[in-house]
Structure formats: C-alpha cells, structure tokens
C-alpha cells in the first residue's frame, strides 16, 4: 500500500453540481479553469471522441514542466465524474481523477477533487524531500479556486 498515493482537495461553489458537471466533464472546457494552463503557453492539445462524457479523450505535449499525457471520461453521473489520466513524461504514470459534485442546501455544491494512483519510483525516492500531497495539493486547490470563479461568474 505504501506505492499508492492519494490527494484530495474541496470547496464550496455557489453554482448547482449541473453547471460544475458541464465544466469538468468537457475536458475543453478545462482551459478555463485548470490549474496548469499557464504552465506551457504552446501547449498543443488534441480532443478526440465525443465532447464530454464517457470517452472524450484529451491529449496534450509540452515544454518539460507540462511534459505529455492523455486524460479520458470513464465515468460520468450526475454526481460523480471519473478520468483516467495518463503521463508519458516526464515520467510514466497512471492515476485517477475523480469529482464528487455534492449538492447542498443552502443551493451551493461541494466539489471533491480526489487524484488516486501508483507512486512512480522517482516519487518513492523522493519522498523524504518532496510532499506529493502538499505539491499536488497546491494545484488542486488552484484549480478549485480557478474552477469556483469561472462557475460563479457564469
């Protein structure tokens, strides 16, 4: 158990879990909020399969802080969306990202962003020195923050 990791972040947005759904499940619309869009200016992007929901693909190439992967919609509820995400560098890696979408009384929507996977080695020895959670923790709590803006100015 020691070689998986998991990171989990959440907020509250004032925005119903439909119109979160439309912003995570079209991977798209990712560029409107996700937290590594700055990372690589050139980043070249290809969609391929349906544009949102189970099957659309996204697959991106960058500079060597973006590094390259594929994303995919493998589940998608009203309440629940999975992707499984693949890196292929800057190193090989395969983890899930799941959203929880839980809606509240008060009409707002708890959003849970959890990522899920094996630790590649070069994370295993590293450990001691960097904090998978703190670091990948950074960016989901950016992406949330991007993804509660972009919903609530709607």
């Given amino acids: ?38 990372i690589d200016p050139h980043l070249g992007r290809t969609y391929t399969g349906p544009t ?18 594929t994303m995919k919609v ?3 509820t009203a309440e629940h969306i999975a992707i499984d995400i693949t890196f292929t560098r ?13 809606p509240l009384e008060n009409g707002s929507t708890l959003v849970v962003w959890r ?3 094996k630790q590649p080695l070069i994370m295993r020895i590293l ?10 923790g950074k960016d989901f709590e950016k992406g949330l923050s991007r993804l509660k803006t972009v919903a609530e100015n709607h």
């Fill in 52 to 69: 949102s929901g189970v099957g659309s693909s996204y697959a991106w190439v960058g500079n060597r802080k973006a590094g390259a992967g």
């Fill in 74 to 76: 493998t589940e998608a």
């Fill in 1 to 38: 158990m020691g070689n998986i990791f998991v990171v989990e972040r959440s907020t509250e947005i004032a925005a119903a879990p439909a119109a979160l759904h439309a912003l995570i499940v079209s991977l798209p619309e990712w560029q409107k909020w996700s937290p590594w869009e700055d």
């Fill in 115 to 117: 990522m899920a996977g």
């Fill in 90 to 102: 800057p190193f090989k890696a395969a983890n899930t990202a799941t959203f929880t979408l839980t």
């Fill in 127 to 136: 450990a001691p020195v960097i904090n998978q959670d703190r670091m990948l």
